[in-house]
């Protein structure tokens, strides 16, 4: 292992990171551009801000699942995180390119279980912090789901006497709120999933080759430099800022028709969700808990509000991004021993 590579590798991750914000900026801005309250070229600074506002907000709970709680530390080397970063990298192109808001997060997790079981096999995995998140990828939408359509009815009955002019004229202010929260839910839980990879690359640099590296890149179990973790909230704030706008036309419209009151219950029950997970550590998909929160907003009007096909079409690429990045981290790791 080589500085060069080690520099390659965080670059690599810096990379994924950019890449998620600009891949899930539609999950902090479609409904808020959907309803008309912003421009879409407002609301991605406005997201932008903060994304990167959340590093002073959030602990490093989440970083440290990633790093310390998905696979087997002492199996870490530059093959294994170049086959996770590969594998997520190109599922998230790959969902991009359709419009399908599929998940940054387990295309990540779904790298580091294909590349680590190359390395290791099954024994590489470390199958509790594993298992929280897998199970996540049901209790995040479902979740997402009920706040959306228990806001939303309570907002009915609360509003039930004012006007519709004026409840919409009220939610276009508060929606601004609600996407700030949002926002700030969503990077305090994505950035540190690439702060948790470049951390678990440190560590077993440290602990292997100390000498390789200068002394504020040594990382340890109990110590993640802060370098790291700023650089990680500036790039998917950057990345936010260039947004998704394929994505945010399928999350904004095609899954139901928004107004301001709906998008503020979506974001709000969205943003509870995250600041849930985060505090518990575990690394949600942010595509998961947007798309409960709104096809739940929608079914409290009516069944037929929600279209379920767009909504089926989600779901199988919530299903396929775990063994579709594995299966290309794999290829990576394979790869990785050629190249790298």
């Known amino acids: 292992m080589t500085l060069s590579v080690i520099v390659f590798l965080i670059a690599l991750a810096l990379a994924f990171d950019f890449i998620n914000g600009f891949h899930d900026a539609a999950n ?6 959907s309803t008309g309250v912003l421009k ?11 994304n990167f506002l959340a590093y002073f907000l959030f602990p ?9 709680g998905t696979i087997d530390p002492a199996l870490i080397d530059y093959y294994v995180i170049f086959g996770a970063l590969a594998g997520a990298i190109a599922w998230n192109l790959i969902t991009w390119y359709s419009g399908l808001p599929s998940s940054s997060s387990h295309a990540l997790i779904g ?13 590489a995995l470390i199958w509790p912090g594993l298992l929280k998140t897998v199970a996540f990828i049901v209790i995040s939408p479902l979740l997402g789901f009920v706040l959306g359509s228990l806001l939303m009815l309570a907002v009915s009955w609360i509003f039930f006497r004012v006007s519709p002019r004026r409840v919409d004229t009220v939610f276009r202010r508060l929606q601004l709120l609600s996407t700030s929260l949002y926002s700030l839910g969503h990077g305090g839980n994505d950035a540190q999933k690439t702060a948790g990879i470049i951390w678990m690359l440190l560590i077993a640099t440290t602990a292997a080759h100390p000498e390789l590296l200068p002394h504020w890149m040594h990382a340890h179990a109990d110590h993640l ?3 790291i973790v700023a650089a990680c909230y500036v790039t ?16 904004g419209q095609k899954i139901t028709k928004l107004k301001p009151v709906g998008g503020f219950c979506a974001e709000t029950g969205g943003a509870m969700t995250l600041f849930f997970a985060s505090a518990l550590g575990v690394p949600v998909s942010t595509t998961h808990t947007i798309t409960g929160a709104i096809m ?3 079914a409290t009007r009516k069944v037929s509000a929600v279209r379920w096909g767009v909504a089926g079409s989600i779901v199988w690429a919530w299903v396929l991004t775990i063994p579709a990045s594995a299966l290309i981290a794999a290829l990576a790791w394979w790869a990785g021993q050629l190249v790298l």
């Not at 902090?28 to 551009?33: C, K, N, W």
């Not at 490093?60 to 310390?68: D, N, Q, R, S």
């Open 28 to 33: 902090s801005i479609a409904t808020v551009v």
């Open 40 to 50: 879409p070229q407002i609301a991605v600074f406005f997201a932008a801000g903060f």
């Open 60 to 68: 490093l709970k989440v970083a440290a699942t990633i790093g310390k």
């Open 111 to 123: 790298g580091l279980v294909g590349a680590g079981l190359c390395k290791g096999g099954t024994s």
């Open 225 to 227: 430099p802060g370098w």
């Open 236 to 251: 998917i704030g950057a990345g936010t800022m260039f947004g998704g706008w394929r994505i945010v036309k399928t999350m």
């Open 296 to 298: 739940g907003v929608g």
